[in-house]
Every structure is written in C-alpha cells, then in structure tokens.
C-alpha cells in the first residue's frame, strides 16, 4: 500500500499571525514538503492543478519536473490534472516526458476541478465537464496507446496521422487514477478502462465514500478486469496531530475557522465527527485510518493533506516526521496484515512491467 501527500498549493494567511506567503515561498515551500516525504518514507506526493488565486499549482509537470531531479524514490502525481480543460494531446506529451525525466516515477489523477471560473479561460463549457472528461481521456488513452492516430471528437480539432512524442517509457504509459468527489460517472469510466479510482474523502462522509466505491468496484468487476475487490483504490484524508490530542485541536482550531473551504460551517468537532477530518494524536490517526477500510475494502493508495489553510512550512515539516515516524509504519504493518493475496498491491511502473512479463526496464 502506498502513502503519501498531497497539496492544493493555496495561498492562505496564517490566522495566528496574519501574514500571507509569497507566491515564490509557497512554491519552494511545497518542493519542501515533497523532499521531506521522501526522507521520512512516505511514498507518493501530489499537487493539484489550478488556475486562479489564491492558488500557485498552474503547471504541476514543471514542479514535478524539478521535484524529480531532488528526489531519487518517490513517486510524482497529481491529486488533480484538469482533463475537461487541459489538451489531451499536451498532457500526453508533459507526462510521458515526465516519465522519462523521472525514470517511471509517476502517475496521475484526471479530474475536472472545482473552479468552475477556469472553463471559459480554456474556451470549454462547464455545462460539458462530463462529456469533456470522457472524451478527452478516451484520446489520451489513444494517445499514449497507439503510436498513430486519426481522431474526430467534439470538443478539439481533428488529428490524422498524429503520434505524440515523447512516447510513453518502456512503451508504458504513467498510470491514470480518475478521481472524483460525487460523480458515478467517472467511477464508471474508471472502471471501464480497469484504471484507478480515486475518492477525494475530504468533505464527504463515509456512507457517501461507500456508495462511490461501491459503484466502481462493481462496475470494474463487470468490464472484466477482475473481481470487486481486486479494483484500485484510493482516498484522500486530512489530519492535523500533535501527541496530546487537546494541543492538536487547540493549535488548530484557528486554521480550521479560517479556512477558505472550511470557515463559517460546522465548527470543527462537528466536522471532525461527520467527515474523515483527523485532529488529535498519532495514535487517533491510526484508528482513523484504519476504520477506512471498513467502508471501501481494501485498498492500494492513501493520501494525506497536511499543508492546507495557511499552516506554516515548519509546522507541516513536524506533521511529516510524525507520519513518517508513528504513523504510516503502524498503518503498513496492519494493512498489510489484513489484506488478502489475491488484492493487488498498488502500481508501479517495475510492478506494471513485470504484469506485462517484461522484466527489462528503461
């Protein structure tokens, strides 16, 4: 099972001093927390895309680019690659490019965003978002799995006789999590294609995650790709811990009353009860994430934000060391012991190749 991080990358004043960050010191910042992952033994970290203030991810290969030159095992991912905005022609060619830079080290989660401002600034329609999702990644999939291609569609010109270069490492394209918060609709494209699906599990409680999980499990298993329980998994999280569980939620009630998606809602025990929002100890984070698996099965990937609503770099730097330390190796170890032989493990590009019997990498 994998575990990693991942980041939205807002620019959020710090409520207990009132200052905001720069754009330049998010930025490193965020570079920061990903080198940290890797030397505290998570394994995966992820950025969002976005394309407005108050966020800074507009360009999430170049960060990972850069991101995979200071790292030598993490894998490198989106938590969101906007495919209802983004040319698919533009995002096979960034992350097979990645790929290459990264030596395989990477995947990536489609989704359509939640800034609904963003499709008009690409020239698309947000009353099309579903349609634009599924046929932007179905060229994509063409893409990266055909080295020539005709293409007619609605949404984007024609293409004859197109290949995209680079070509996927290995002949292997990066593995797709299509992720999504209420639409069944991307479950099933999920499922169609025996790809990954990924349930953000944020703001969402946990008969709802259930219900969506449920839908791609199921329809996974109908596509063919093997049974319910054999389908790819992965859930969002947040937490927020110190060792005594009152100085967690005292320290961060401030950040939870301010923050842009939180502020003015439930107040933060009614959060915390309703949704899989964790404030408390390690141990508290442990049972936490533990009980995820009694709703959604067994699963391959866990995510963790930790540097949202403007907490300051030092303080996500002491959330990662106590995940990398107390946590996520109390979680490999029950996780592991739980999961049956027959559910795989989560992918990699070395595990996708010797699926493929190819024991011959790059």
């Known amino acids: 099972m994998q575990f990693g991080v991942f980041t939205v990358g807002d620019v959020t004043p710090d409520p207990t001093t009132n200052r905001t960050p720069t754009e330049h010191e998010r ?13 505290v033994g998570l394994d995966v970290f992820a950025t969002g895309e976005h394309h407005n203030p108050p966020f800074v991810p507009s360009s999430p290969t170049t960060m990972l680019g850069y991101v995979a030159a200071r790292t030598e095992r993490l894998i490198l991912s989106t938590s969101t690659t906007l495919i209802t905005t983004d040319d698919p022609v533009k995002i096979a060619e960034d992350f097979a490019m990645l790929q290459h830079l990264a030596d395989g080290r990477v995947d990536l989660m489609l989704g359509r965003g939640n800034q609904p401002q963003v499709y008009p600034w ?33 949404f984007r010109t024609a293409l004859q006789g197109f290949t995209a270069t680079p070509r996927p490492l290995d002949d292997l394209p990066p593995f797709v999590w299509h992720g999504s918060i209420r639409s069944p609709e991307i479950a099933e494209q999920a499922a169609y294609y025996g790809n990954g699906f990924f349930h953000n599990h944020i703001f969402w409680p946990p008969e709802h995650t259930k219900r969506m999980v449920e839908v791609y499990r199921q329809r996974f298993e109908h596509y063919g790709h093997g049974s319910a329980d054999q389908a790819i998994v992965g859930l969002g999280g ?9 100085d967690a939620v005292a320290e961060f009630r401030p950040y939870f009353d301010d923050a842009p998606v939180y502020g003015g809602g439930p107040s933060l025990e009614e959060f ?14 442990i049972d936490r994430t533990l009980s995820f698996r009694e709703y959604v099965g067994d699963y391959q990937r866990q995510l963790f934000l930790i540097d949202h609503a403007g907490l300051p770099l030092k303080t996500v730097l002491e ?9 996520v190796p109390v979680l490999r170890k029950e996780f592991d012991a739980l ?24």
């Open 238 to 246: 947040q937490v927020f811990m110190r060792r005594n569980s009152q």
């Open 27 to 39: 930025i490193k910042a965020m570079v920061a927390i990903a080198r940290k992952a890797e030397e």
């Open 319 to 327: 959330q990662l060391d106590m995940l990398g330390e107390e946590v």
């Open 122 to 154: 690409f020239g698309q329609d947000i009353r099309q978002g579903l349609a634009l999702a599924i046929e932007n990644y179905h060229l994509l999939h063409r893409l990266w799995h055909e080295e020539v291609v005709d293409w007619q569609g609605e």
């Open 339 to 362: 999961k049956p032989s027959h559910v795989p493990e989560a992918p990699t590009h070395e595990s996708r190749l010797r699926a493929r019997g190819d024991e011959t990498a790059h």
């Open 272 to 285: 915390s009860s309703q949704t899989p929002l964790t404030v408390g100890s390690p141990q508290q984070v």
